[in-house]
């Protein structure tokens, strides 16, 4: 085998050693909201688990304060599963660089994020349960846009050191 084989070879490797490290979390991700967008998260499907998981602290609530509560866990999650999307976009643009920020990564993930999240309202749309919202696409947004948010203020905080 020759030095430019090898150098090949070598180059392969840590192509598909990046790839599986800042990729496939983002991938995994992508795969359990695309679940998560399905009828078995419908709204009555995670009003039973809220009403268990509620009443057996609160047993005498009333079928409002039930609805309400499932109305923000829902909500609540769509703000998280995105702001872990935007982290995990940005981490696999920025993959190991020794800077903590740039615009581009921070662009490139928050247009991810946002293809997806009108992606899955389009989705939402063609099962039978569920239903696809502009406002739920402007929170899955708002969510990707708050983590992007906190890494540029962690990145102006702590600047990235400077080698001798």
Request: net charge positive.
């Amino acid at each position: 085998m020759g030095e430019m084989d090898q150098r090949i070879d070598t180059a392969r490797a840590a192509i598909l050693t990046r790839l599986i490290w800042y990729w496939l979390p983002v991938a995994m991700m992508l795969g359990a909201m695309y679940y998560f967008s399905t009828d078995t998260f419908s709204d009555d499907n995670s009003l039973g688990v809220v009403e268990k998981m509620f009443l057996s602290f609160f047993p005498h609530a009333s079928e409002y304060m039930m609805e309400v509560l499932n109305y923000v866990v829902r909500k609540s999650a769509h703000l998280t599963e995105y702001a872990i999307l935007g982290a995990l976009l940005f981490r696999a643009f920025r993959a190991g660089r020794p800077m903590r920020w740039r615009l581009k990564w921070a662009v490139y993930s928050f247009l991810s994020v946002a293809s997806w999240a009108l992606l899955d309202e389009l989705h939402q749309t063609f099962t039978r349960t569920r239903s696809g919202s502009i406002w739920d696409f402007l929170l899955d947004s708002t969510g990707g846009l708050f983590s992007l948010a906190v890494i540029a203020l962690y990145s102006i905080k702590h600047p990235t050191p400077r080698s001798s």
